[in-house]
Nanobody, 128 residues
């Protein structure tokens, strides 16, 4: 079984930055593709970013709404994936979830069903 634990959420002012981290446990999870989703109040969960696995770090994919603002990267040695969020806006307020897929490739990365494991989420609140 793979467990994912997110950390790094909190309250930040608009224009600020946060770094979310997702730690994975489970001996077979190191080379899984990973993704980040978010769910704002009253809205459906939506794709934010994803990263495939490779020895060099993987290919990265982003929702159009976060391109140029968010960066996803992974540390294979530590089995973590990080979402660096810059220039935050109030619209980025949401619970952010980490997800893992039993494959090195991201597949249909924007679809929740493409992922096999989920964390419980971490709250990000951006004050305007």
């Amino acid at each position: 079984q793979v467990q994912l634990v997110e950390s790094g959420g909190g309250l930040v002012q608009a224009g600020g930055s946060l770094r979310l981290s997702c730690a994975a446990s489970g001996r077979t999870s190191t080379n899984y593709a990973k993704g980040w989703f978010r769910q704002a109040p009253g809205k459906a969960r939506e794709f934010v970013a994803a990263i495939s696995w490779s020895w060099s770090g993987g290919n990265r994919y982003y929702a159009d709404s976060v391109k140029g603002r968010f960066t996803i990267f992974r540390d294979n040695a530590k089995n973590t994936v990080t979402l660096q969020m810059n220039s935050l806006k109030s619209e980025h307020t949401a619970v952010y979830f980490c997800a893992a897929r039993r494959s090195t490739a991201v597949g249909d990365k924007r679809i929740e069903d493409a992922y096999d494991y989920w964390g419980k989420g971490t709250q990000v609140t951006v004050s305007s």
